[in-house]
């Protein structure tokens, strides 16, 4: 399983996994769009392509999604697939694709640090993302 959403008092929270870092930022941009109800569906019609820094793997983690939220919110664009193209524990660049929201914006307000450990698991790692809503 690539994610979970676990109890959270108050807010939104993940757990998510991946075999690399590569695979745990991909997976937790999938977590959080599992959260718009309204989300994309069919054939993906934009495409962006993004560079992400962070101090380290946790901040990077935060800045991605956070950077997806930017992106939905400004571009009125929805996201369902996410690939990096490459990255480091401070630097990823990443593909995007989506479509138009509709007028449509997601009630997430941001990715946070609460709680953000990423640790390694026997499976790969693993990381626990609470989401402010």
């Not at 109890?7 to 870092?21: I, K, L, P, S, W």
């Not at 989300?39 to 935060?62: C, N, Q, Y």
């Not at 941001?110 to 640790?119: G, P, R, V």
């Amino acid at each position: 399983m690539s994610f979970e959403e676990i109890e959270h008092t108050a807010d939104r929270a993940f757990r998510v996994q991946g075999r690399d870092f590569a695979e745990l930022l991909e997976n937790a941009g999938r977590a959080m769009s599992s959260l718009d109800p309204l989300g994309p569906s069919g054939t993906p019609s934009v495409v962006r392509t993004i560079e992400v820094e962070g101090i380290d793997r946790e901040a990077l983690l935060v800045n991605w999604l956070n950077e997806i939220l930017y992106l939905e919110q400004t571009h009125g664009e929805v996201y369902d697939r996410f690939q990096i193209l490459e990255s480091s524990n401070r630097h990823l660049h990443a593909r995007l694709d989506g479509r138009q929201s509709g007028g449509w914006v997601t009630h997430i307000k941001a990715a946070t640090f609460h709680d953000l450990a990423i640790k390694q698991t026997p499976e790969g790692l693993e990381a626990t993302i609470v989401f402010d809503v």
